[in-house]
T-cell receptor, first 110, second 108 residues
């Protein structure tokens, strides 16, 4: 599905770097989500924004900092990450019920 | 919190076979979706099905909310059906919980 785009698709970063993941949805939805998918684990909800307001923060460490400037864009700012943060980070959007996912950013922390 | 359990964890089918995947959840939910994750990581919506039965081509799904389970049926499986199938439930607000998935491999 091309309604939700994510950049970059792949990212390798050191533990001292600062980087940002970007998500954009072209579906006119009001809610946007960040998920983390680690190997051998279910998708974990990180954050939800509805009409730019954060409605869910699933006890995510402060080294992950979300930003939602408008209903179409969602960022995840990363700093001083750990190797165990290496995972596929997925963005989704929804209007009421059905969530639509982007292709993900595969993050490797060295 | 709510628990979501999927079975079986792994499934190998011969092309053309039928299968049933199950999702059990431990509490009432507002919303249930089935997704297929392809080998490149893309999650594709299959069904939004908090209750009742829906069909889309070779796939169908049934959710019995009062008994807290949902079933995904795949008929006449094809190699392109391979991947991981997830169910996800939404409790209050936007809180979404995914099951661990069923990894399906369809052999030619």
């Amino acid at each position: 599905e091309t309604g939700v785009t994510q950049t970059p698709r792949h990212l390798v970063m050191g533990m001292t770097n600062k980087k940002s993941l970007k998500c954009e949805q072209h579906l006119g939805h009001n809610a946007m989500y960040w998920y983390k998918q680690s190997a051998k684990k279910p998708l974990e909800l990180m954050f939800v924004y509805n009409f730019k307001e954060q409605t869910e923060n699933n006890s995510v460490p402060s080294r992950f900092s979300p930003e939602c400037p408008n209903s179409s864009h969602l960022f995840l700012h990363l700093h001083t990450l750990q190797p165990e943060d290496s995972a596929l980070y997925l963005c989704a959007s929804s209007q009421e019920n059905t969530q639509y996912f982007g292709p993900g950013t595969r993050l490797t922390v060295l | 919190g709510i628990q979501v359990e999927q079975s079986p964890p792994d499934l190998i089918l011969q092309e053309g076979a039928n299968s049933t995947l199950r999702c059990n959840f431990s509490d009432s939910v507002n919303n249930l979706q089935w997704f297929h994750q392809n080998p490149w990581g893309q999650l594709i919506n299959l069904f939004y099905i908090p209750s009742g039965t829906k069909q889309n081509g070779r796939l169908s799904a049934t959710t019995v909310a009062t008994e807290r389970y949902s079933l995904l049926y795949i008929s006449s499986s094809q190699t392109t059906d391979s991947g991981v199938y997830f169910c996800a439930v939404v409790t209050g607000g936007f809180k979404t919980i995914f099951g661990a998935g069923t990894r399906l491999f369809v052999k030619a």
